[in-house]
């Protein structure tokens, strides 16, 4: 990807999963990459699995006065951050009258509060310094209703909102975009579905399959790049065409 190489790049939740994969892939691009989550063992895996890691920062995105420190130490190891990957995020499948308070609080403390705490952080320090980039985790549960996530489908149609209203305030200096993936086979959807549900799931998408963590961090590559640099306030649904007509529903 152009423009990519030298880049300075805070993902978040980059501990494992999509997040892991996109620290991997804007290292392959020649970036300079820092890791920010809250699962310090997660952390010392990743540094070890990804030694040219610029760095890596123990924060919880929920938390306003981390995110302020722990956006003020990437800014310390990087000298600056160009690109935020905004991809902090939980689930909790249970049934919509199983939700208790405080789980719903605490979906929504992570998967919007957090995105909304860290892309402030981010734009004020980028609007500061005149351009960057912020892409953000949204999912095509935030796009069609899907059973047993009530309280994830919420935050992430927040998201979705946030990223379109931001790219409309933060233009022309800072570029925002969303990613809504479909199922993709991370460690937190593997510990929630059996080898039965993996394959009922297979069977409604058109492509077969689940995506890879790397696919969608393909997409984000794509997107902080050169290439993508008239893209802005949109958001772009990577599901193997799940969505694309009325298979979602089944």
Known sequence: MRGLSGKRVLITGGASGIGAATAARFLDEGSVVCVLDRDVKGLQQIHSNLPKLAGTVNADVSNLKQVEAGFADAVRIMGAVDVLINNAGISIRHNFLDITPEEWDQIVAVNLTGVFYM????????????????????????????????????????????????????????????????????????????????????????????????????????????????????????????????????
């Not at 790219?167 to 086979?185: D, T």
Request: proline share 5%; aromatic share 8%.
């Open 119 to 250: 892309a402030q952080a981010a734009a004020r320090h980028m609007w500061q310094r005149g351009s960057g980039v912020i892409l953000q985790t949204a999912s095509t549960n935030g796009i069609v209703g899907q059973p047993y996530y009530a309280d994830y489908n919420a935050t992430k149609a927040g998201v979705i909102e946030l990223t379109k209203s931001m790219a409309l305030e933060l233009a022309p200096r800072v570029r925002v975009c969303a990613v809504a993936p479909g199922y993709v086979l991370t460690p937190m959807q593997r510990a929630e579905y059996t080898d039965a549900m993996l394959e009922e799931v297979n069977r409604k998408i058109p492509l077969g399959r689940h995506a890879k963590p790397e696919e969608i961090a393909a997409l984000f590559a794509f997107l902080a790049s050169d290439d993508a640099a008239y893209i802005t306030g949109h958001v772009y649904t990577i599901d193997g065409a799940e969505t694309a007509g009325g298979l979602a529903s089944r």
